[in-house]
């Protein structure tokens, strides 16, 4: 008796061994290449920038990136990148939030292009302990971030901006509001997912915490857990958020939130918007987190609409895509 031929099984194994292999292929791609991409993108910018002089090497599209450094209060140097064609005019102060960074993961670096075209300078800077800028976190209070922030309005003026305007995310649209109230060499304010009761938001949480030794309490920030001082909850307490915001009229403010921020819900920007005089605007993006995640566009919108109103600039005003 003939044996049955081979080839038939042969093809058999070879498409089970093809089809394995293509779905093999496509687990790798959806899984853990875009983790390597990621790392490969992360490591060109990081180098690009280092080659560079600390300024992004893709992001020399328009204007014109400078690293600049510049103390603060205390004496320590605070670092910024410095988006502007010439030091005059209206320049925005961009203040990040709680254990952010100047960059803002790229989206600030990639507004401070988008006001470039519009003919706004921006500056982005670290807040002392933050960044690249000096000093220790576990120091940061808000009367720090408020000085610090001074300081770069004090910053701007000398190399000759006529007109500054103060923008920050969460904290740092706290620390906005407050100097801009105080400070009437601003021009106006706009903060983005703002609380506005930073000592409560902020205290709910402490009695939660373990106490470490030296009386660090941990708090979660957008990098992770961090360590303040004891102290960081009693300076909240110092401040009146709702009385800044009152004393800010009649220059403008305006007032950015998600409707889906469930890390500071945005009944803190009616809160806000409410105590302030006018001129105000409020915008509630609907659907955005605190992060503005894929809604960003239309807060950058808001501003740079805002901007246009309050601070025209004879510039082209691009669509923003």
């Not at 991409?37 to 002089?53: C, E, F, H, P, R």
């Not at 203040?95 to 507004?111: Q, V, Y």
């Not at 701007?156 to 904290?171: H, Q």
């Not at 009229?249 to 006018?278: C, F, K, M, Q």
């Amino acid at each position: 008796m003939r044996s049955p031929p081979f080839w038939p099984y042969f093809i058999k194994s070879y498409c089970f061994i093809f089809f394995y292999y293509i779905f093999l292929v496509r687990l790798l791609i959806s899984q853990v290449l875009p983790d390597y991409l990621k790392a490969i993108i992360d490591y060109i910018q990081v180098s690009s920038t280092i080659l560079n002089g600390g300024v992004p090497l893709f992001l020399k599209r328009s204007g014109s990136w400078e690293k600049v450094t510049y103390p603060n209060a205390r004496g320590l140097r605070l670092a910024g990148l410095l988006c502007s064609s010439r030091k005059k005019g209206a320049v925005l102060i961009v203040c990040h939030g709680f254990t952010g960074s100047k960059e803002g993961g790229g989206r600030a670096l990639e507004m401070a292009e988008e006001l470039g075209k519009r003919g706004y300078a921006a500056l982005l800077f670290d807040f002392s302990g933050c960044g690249e800028s000096e000093g220790d976190f576990a120091d940061i209070s808000l009367t720090g971030q408020i000085n610090d922030l001074k300081s770069s309005v004090d910053f701007c003026l000398a190399l000759g901006f006529e007109r500054i305007i103060l923008t920050g995310r969460s904290f740092g649209g706290t620390t906005a509001l407050c100097l801009g109230g105080a400070d009437r060499r601003v021009a106006g304010v706009c903060t983005w997912a703002a609380p506005s009761e930073p000592f409560d938001l902020f205290n709910c949480k402490r009695d939660q915490l373990l106490r470490e030794k030296g009386g660090l309490v941990p708090l979660s920030g957008e990098q992770g857990t961090v360590y303040v001082r004891e102290g960081f909850f009693s300076d909240l307490r110092q401040h009146d958020l709702y009385g800044r915001a009152a004393l800010l009229t009649p220059r403008p403010l305006l007032v950015v939130h998600g409707s889906s921020d469930s890390v500071v819900p945005d009944w803190n920007a009616r809160a806000i918007y409410e105590a302030a005089g006018e001129p105000k605007e409020i915008r509630i993006v609907e659907g955005a987190d605190h992060q503005f995640t894929g809604r960003h566009l239309e807060a950058w919108a808001a501003l740079f609409n805002w901007l246009g109103e309050h601070f025209p600039q004879t510039s082209a005003k691009p669509d923003l895509a």
